[in-house]
């Protein structure tokens, strides 16, 4: 089963967005650490991470090239209240999928839920694309 990792300082937020993928049938992991981020990565429990602005002393931005280089094909959609545009699009190039606003109301869940599905579409169009290449 594929799983999502929740990782952010956010009591509320990680609550929310874990009520929410949990109701939707995902295989959710919760985390407000870097650590334990780094930690579902590397153990491969999570394909796709909703990742917070900050953990314990690390920002997003120090924390987006780490778990890159711990997978590569990891899907990481950046939840945040407020990010420059100059930060976002940095972030984007270290390997973003997607940025998104801390859900607020129904519309920023919708929102945040679409993005998800479409993490998970494309990780499986990619694993069959890998798949039918072997044969």
């Not at 990792?5 to 929310?16: E, S, V």
């Not at 985390?31 to 796709?48: F, M, P, Y």
């Not at 959609?77 to 801390?102: C, N, Q």
Request: charged share 25%; glycine share 4%.
């Amino acid at each position: 089963m594929l799983g999502l990792l929740i990782a952010d300082q956010d009591l509320d937020c990680r609550k929310q967005m874990a009520e929410l993928f949990i109701e939707a049938g995902y295989n959710v992991i919760v985390t407000n650490s870097a650590a334990n981020a780094l930690d579902g990565i590397l153990k491969k429990t999570a394909q796709v991470v909703l990742l917070g602005s900050e953990f314990d002393e690390m920002t997003a931005a120090d924390l987006i090239p780490l778990l890159k280089k711990c997978n590569r094909h990891l899907t990481i959609i950046l939840v945040t209240a407020d990010t420059s545009l100059p930060l976002i699009r940095k972030l984007r190039s270290e390997g973003i999928f997607y940025h998104a606003l801390k859900p607020v109301n129904g519309e920023d869940k919708e929102e945040i839920r679409q993005a998800v599905k479409c993490a998970f579409e494309n990780l499986r169009n990619d694993w069959h694309r890998n798949t039918s290449d072997r044969h």
